[in-house]
């Protein structure tokens, strides 16, 4: 079944004048207000994820098994299973920020709207353990029969779990020429100066270096009386000439299993601009020599990406299919913050191989697509395999999905269940958790939605703009009144995360994109 075109009716943001009255009347996102009127039931009372049909799925990893889909990525009935791996990724935002502030457009191929949207704070309820709370909600748009349905999950904050474990964190710091640029390596030293001072007395460090080789410059190093070592070394970081990342990362994990503690968070911290031009390049052919490491001691990557020019591409790579995630940072003050603030969110883990599948009720569902999630999506079937490759995630992320469905018309009664299984990181025991949503529940308008809501709309409007598909996403508002919106959430939120997405949208106003 070919999934029809959608047809542009009067928009979301129709006037800024109305706007702005209408996000006047907006509770606070997450309040027991807004949480008792989303009519997102959550944990056990939910209905779990149906078991997916068996069928002929070899080598089908990447999409959903049996999944009819049109050119444009749409998935049309009968299917009415979505399922993905979580990723807390934010790389592809924060470049594109970069991108923009210096007057060129981002590469539609780096612009992944899954870390646009996870980018921003969401006031999703917590759990008390380890694993993940459900809150799926939505909001129909202006276009007949559209909604925008987002699943929400989220971990317990740091605090409610107590101290967490020690950390041993190898750091594989790019030294390569390319990394001279004023905002890469000096960034880096300064960063992780700050955090040295910041970690505990029991957590460990190492640092390994690569240019055209990789160097052990300090061993897997306990804090404690030693922090003037490790300044000494991270002071000592200077470039030199080509970037043999494969090597790094070989020698990065070398160097991590010789320094593993029991007990402990192991993880390796790899800090570049990606810019691999010498030895080994393939992500893949990277990932292989290290498998041992990664799967028998489950050291997990974390990428950080640097540089107005950046392998976004090999990066990504890289960590999605290292058991990690990515950021991107290019200034001093977002680079103290992933190193001082960020990164205990990402030595601690809550859940390992996490995916999640939603299912939408074929009785009201006539087509949906999932917004993102592009290099992320799982076989239907796989989704109760714990032998397929999830996501990690640590103490405080949250991770956003966000569909667009159109409903039969006159649909009423149930609409979609989301369920998230994730494996205990000790003992990799299986657990799920699901929420629903009824059709009843939907707001009328996005502006009657939670103002979370509503800026996760702004950013997944924003990321397909960049990206210029050929159907935009129902009810799609231009450049300019996607601005106004945004500098309204901005004033409402008063988050500097929102102010700055209004001002990476004025950026791309100005461009004329």
């Not at 009347?25 to 009127?37: K, T, W």
């Not at 690569?210 to 052990?216: P, Q, R, V, Y």
């Not at 070989?250 to 993880?267: D, F, K, M």
């Not at 107005?308 to 290019?330: C, N």
């Amino acid at each position: 079944m070919k999934a029809h075109r959608t047809h542009r009716t009067p928009r979301l943001f129709a006037t800024a004048a109305a706007t702005a009255l209408l996000l006047t009347g907006c509770g606070a996102a997450g309040s027991d207000a807004d949480r008792a009127s989303d009519g997102a039931a959550r944990g056990s009372e939910a209905f779990p994820a149906p078991n997916a049909p068996r069928g002929d799925t070899e080598g089908n990893t990447d999409g959903d098994a049996g999944e009819e889909t049109d050119e444009d990525g749409r998935t049309a009935a009968p299917d009415h299973l979505s399922t993905f791996a979580l990723d807390v990724d934010t790389a592809s935002y924060g470049y594109a920020r970069r991108t923009l502030t210096e007057g060129q457009r981002p590469d539609p191929s780096t612009v992944r709207p899954e870390e646009f949207v996870n980018s921003f704070r969401q006031d999703y309820e917590r759990p008390d353990g380890n694993g993940f709370s459900v809150t799926v909600d939505g909001a129909r748009t202006g276009v007949d029969d559209w909604s925008l349905v987002r699943v929400g999950l989220a971990t317990r904050t740091a605090e409610q779990q107590g101290e967490r474990p020690p950390a041993a964190l190898t750091f594989v710091i790019d030294v390569s020429g390319s990394m001279a640029e004023p905002g890469r390596l000096d960034l880096a030293r300064s960063a992780l100066g700050t955090m040295t001072d910041r970690l505990r007395d029991d957590d460990s460090v190492a640092l390994v270096t690569f240019s055209g080789e990789a160097e052990t410059v300090l061993p897997m190093t306990r804090l404690g009386d030693h922090r003037d070592r490790v300044h000494r070394a991270i002071s000592g970081l200077e470039p030199t000439d080509s970037t043999n990342l494969g090597a790094g990362v070989e020698t990065g994990y070398a160097t991590a299993v010789e320094g593993l503690r029991e007990g402990a968070t192991n993880r390796v911290v790899l800090v570049s601009d990606a810019l691999a031009n010498t030895g080994d390049t393939d992500a893949d052919s990277i990932l292989e020599r290290i498998s041992t490491a990664r799967r028998e001691h489950g050291i997990t990557l974390f990428g950080v990406g640097v540089g107005s020019d950046y392998g976004d591409a090999l990066m990504e790579r890289l960590a999605d299919k290292g058991d990690g995630h990515t950021t991107y940072v290019s200034t001093e003050d977002e680079a103290r913050e992933v190193f001082s603030t960020d990164l205990p969110q990402n030595i601690d883990l809550t859940a390992r191989d996490a995916k999640a599948q939603v299912a939408f009720d074929p009785g009201s569902v006539a087509e949906f697509r999932l917004i993102g999630y592009d290099d992320r999506r799982v076989a239907d079937d796989d989704f109760r395999d714990d032998r397929v490759d999830g996501g990690e995630v640590g103490p405080g992320h949250t991770v956003t999905a966000l569909y667009a469905v159109r409903t039969e018309p006159g649909a009423d009664g149930h609409l979609a269940t989301a369920t998230v299984r994730w494996l205990d990181p000790d003992t990799r025991t299986p657990h799920e958790n699901s929420g629903r949503l009824e059709t009843g529940a939907l707001h009328d308008r996005l502006t009657d939605a939670p103002v979370r809501f509503q800026v996760t709309a702004t950013a997944a409007y924003f990321a397909d703009a960049l990206r210029r598909p050929e159907i935009p996403l129902p009810d799609a508002p231009g450049l300019g009144e996607l601005r106004e919106t945004a500098e309204r959430l901005a004033n409402k939120t008063e988050d500097k995360d929102v102010r700055g997405l209004a001002d990476a949208i004025a950026d791309a106003s100005r461009l004329d994109l």
